[in-house]
């Protein structure tokens, strides 16, 4: 395993496009959500956010797309290149390669999503005072770690996607589709009770539910609890990835 572990590290850290990604991650998820910060203006309580929080950690939304792209190349790009094999002949426990890879890609976006939401809660503490708001204290620790968590549990979902149909650009619209296809039936949906459920199931509308700090009582799910959702859609996806991995060749 710690061969694996090597392998996979050692190919990511001297592939380019891993650290501009990563750095991507960084720099948009900070810019989209100071740019809520700075575009919410509070000058009365009908006007101001129902929720600081979840306002200050706003680029999570779009941040999570390049972490999705980050975890697909991690696995495409072999297959693209037919890296596969060599790597695949190194190591022929298949299932040791792809937890190399989830551990490998986990660890780097745990990383760069920590520096993304500690940007993005700075950005808040700097801008919103200014607006009227100020972002509460203890849920913002508790949305602060929980959003770390959210992100590399995106890495992961969309890691078991990517080895599941090894495809770039099937694997980003899959994972992508996942993410917002259960939004959008949220608004095409009539039905209270249906739009709930949706919300109780989305990997996103559940997962993003940590970054709540107001109207708990009336989230369609608890915070931790639609964190647990994700980790099961990331599970879920892994343990696909992983049989289809060893059934086929490669």
Do not use: N
Not at 143 to 151: N, Q
Request: proline share 5%; net charge positive; with cysteine.
């Amino acid at each position: 395993m710690s061969r694996a572990l090597r392998a996979e590290w050692t190919k990511l850290r001297t592939v380019a496009s891993t650290g501009w990604l990563l750095l991507g991650v960084v720099l948009v998820t900070v810019a989209v959500s100071a740019g809520a910060d700075a575009a919410d203006v509070c000058t009365s309580s009908a006007g101001c956010h129902p929720d600081v929080t979840r306002l200050s950690l706003t680029g999570t939304d779009v941040g999570q797309a390049v972490v999705a792209i980050v975890a697909v190349l991690a696995v495409t790009a072999e297959y693209g290149t037919g890296m596969i094999r060599t790597t695949l002949a190194a190591v022929p426990r298949r299932t040791a390669v792809l937890a190399a890879k989830a551990a490998v890609v986990g660890g780097l976006t745990l990383a760069a999503g920590t520096v993304a939401v500690l940007g993005s809660v700075l950005a808040g503490e700097l801008i919103l005072p200014g607006h009227g708001l100020t972002p509460p204290g203890g849920p913002m620790l508790r949305a602060a770690l929980g959003t770390v968590l959210y992100l590399t549990l995106i890495a992961l979902l969309s890691l078991g996607v990517a080895t599941a149909v090894r495809d770039s650009a099937v694997a980003v619209g899959v994972v992508l589709g996942l993410l917002y296809i259960f939004p959008i039936l949220g608004l095409v949906v009539s039905s209270p009770p249906w739009q709930r459920h949706l919300q109780q199931l989305g990997p996103m509308t559940a997962g993003l539910e940590i970054q709540a700090s107001a109207g708990l009582r009336h989230l369609p799910i608890g915070p931790w609890a639609g964190l647990g959702v994700l980790a099961a859609w990331a599970a879920a996806a892994l343990l696909g990835g992983g049989l289809l991995l060893c059934l086929r060749d490669a």
